[in-house]
């Protein structure tokens, strides 16, 4: 694929193991296309649960809603999760050629299937998953809609679901995010994830972890 570049993440697992991802990004465009800090938050998030727990991703079942360059999903693979990762159409060429690129690192670990989704529609599934992830996501009022509804219809009272997402300071951001919490919180119970549970050294005051569980 012409016009990439590639970033590296190392990914630690139990026994001091590692496994270093080579995340393919474009060069040009403005969503799912490169790796946001959002995403290496959220993934540096999981493996350093996955030190405190150790095998607490082992065989869950795991969707990413928003895969974009499939950084977290990828991860949730390498610590053991079967994971589905969803986007838009335009955005599965790149996600399956780094699942591809990666598949040496999470083969023999986990599993993943890509999977193109429109928020608000129908998702087939044969099981509820256990875990339901995403990373900066939130930045289109339009979409906020759809989005809750694909939470709900993907969720039970059992399935956690994490939202990782920058605050950025623009006036259409705050609005987008205000919106968000304001609806997710009529459906969900709604918690932030202490800032001291993040990777200690990946985590930043601009980047929020939320916790959702259905009502």
Same mark, same amino acid.
């Given at each position: 694929?012409?016009?990439?570049?590639?970033?590296?993440?190392?990914?630690?697992? *139990?026994?001091?193991?590692?496994?270093?991802?080579?995340? +393919?990004?474009?060069?040009?465009?403005? #969503?799912?296309?490169?790796?946001?800090?959002?995403?290496?938050?959220?993934?540096?998030?999981?493996?350093?649960?996955?030190k $405190?727990? @150790?095998?607490?991703?082992?065989?869950?079942?795991?969707?990413?809603?928003?895969?974009?360059?499939?950084?977290?999903?990828?991860? /949730? /693979?390498?610590?053991?999760?079967?994971?589905? #990762?969803? %986007?838009?159409?335009? /955005?599965?060429p790149?996600? *399956?050629?780094?699942?591809?690129?990666?598949?040496?690192?999470?083969?023999?670990?986990?599993?993943i299937?890509?999977?193109?989704?429109?928020?608000?529609?129908?998702?087939?599934?044969?099981?509820? @998953?256990?875990?339901?992830?995403?990373?900066?996501? *939130?930045?289109?009022?339009e979409?906020?809609? @759809?989005?809750?509804?694909?939470?709900?219809?993907?969720?039970? /009272?059992?399935?956690?679901?994490?939202?990782?997402?920058?605050?950025?300071?623009?006036?259409?951001?705050?609005?987008?995010?205000?919106?968000?919490?304001?609806?997710?919180?009529?459906?969900?119970?709604?918690?932030?994830? @202490?800032?001291?549970? +993040?990777?200690?050294?990946?985590?930043?005051? %601009?980047?929020?972890?939320?916790?959702? $569980?259905k009502?």
């Open positions: 694929m012409s016009g990439v570049f590639i970033r590296e993440l190392d990914i630690e697992l *139990i026994n001091d193991e590692a496994k270093t991802l080579e995340l +393919h990004q474009k060069i040009e465009g403005d #969503v799912s296309c490169v790796v946001w800090d959002a995403s290496i938050t959220l993934a540096k998030y999981l493996e350093n649960l996955n $405190k727990r @150790p095998g607490c991703l082992q065989n869950m079942n795991v969707v990413e809603l928003g895969a974009g360059v499939g950084c977290v999903g990828i991860t /949730a /693979a390498c610590l053991g999760a079967n994971v589905l #990762v969803t %986007d838009l159409d335009r /955005a599965l790149l996600l *399956i050629l780094n699942t591809e690129v990666n598949k040496a690192q999470w083969k023999d670990y986990g599993a299937e890509v999977k193109s989704l429109n928020w608000g529609e129908d998702l087939e599934m044969k099981d509820l @998953p256990n875990l339901i992830l995403l990373a900066d996501c *939130i930045y289109y009022n979409s906020i809609n @759809p989005l809750i509804k694909t939470l709900k219809e993907l969720s039970n /009272a059992d399935t956690e679901i994490i939202v990782c997402q920058e605050m950025r300071d623009t006036e259409k951001q705050l609005e987008c995010w205000k919106n968000f919490t304001k609806i997710a919180k009529e459906h969900f119970e709604f918690s932030f994830i @202490p800032i001291e549970e +993040h990777h200690p050294i990946y985590c930043s005051s %601009d980047v929020v972890l939320l916790r959702l $569980k009502l």
